[in-house]
């Protein structure tokens, strides 16, 4: 499976941002999609996951109530769209896919290669 972030770029604090990432290849055993971040110094965190499948949905503390994840089947696409954006919220976010398994946060097989999402105070 080969993903394809976009959509990053320079929001003020309390904008929006709207991330999309494009699956491509086999498709079929991304049973999971979901979205990290890593802000700079910090490790990577999980933000945001989507089962394809059903679209059950599980999202990070730091996400809920402010960004939104949905997927496209039909386009092999997952939409990550950022409200009320933070300063914190500045970091490289990375589009991945699992196969099955039960773990929403873990176990990523697959990534992309990241768009930089930088919000301004």
């Known amino acids: 499976v080969q993903l394809q972030a976009s959509g990053g770029g320079l929001v003020q604090a309390g904008g929006s941002l709207r991330l999309s990432c494009l699956a491509s290849?086999?498709?079929?055993?991304?049973?999971?999609m979901g979205w990290f971040r890593q802000a700079p110094g910090k490790e990577r965190e999980f933000v945001a996951a989507?089962?394809?499948?059903?679209?059950?949905?599980y999202y990070a503390d730091s996400a809920k109530g402010r960004f939104t994840i949905s997927r496209d089947n039909a386009k092999n696409m997952v939409i990550l769209q950022m409200n009320s954006l933070k300063p914190e919220d500045t970091a490289v976010y990375y589009c991945?896919?699992?196969?099955?398994?039960?773990?929403?946060?873990?176990?990523?097989?697959?990534w992309g290669q990241g768009t930089l999402v930088t919000v301004s105070s």
């Open positions: 991945a896919a699992r196969g099955l398994g039960a773990s929403m946060t873990s176990g990523y097989d697959y």
């Open positions: 290849g086999q498709t079929s055993t991304a049973f999971v």
């Open positions: 989507i089962v394809r499948i059903g679209g059950r949905t």
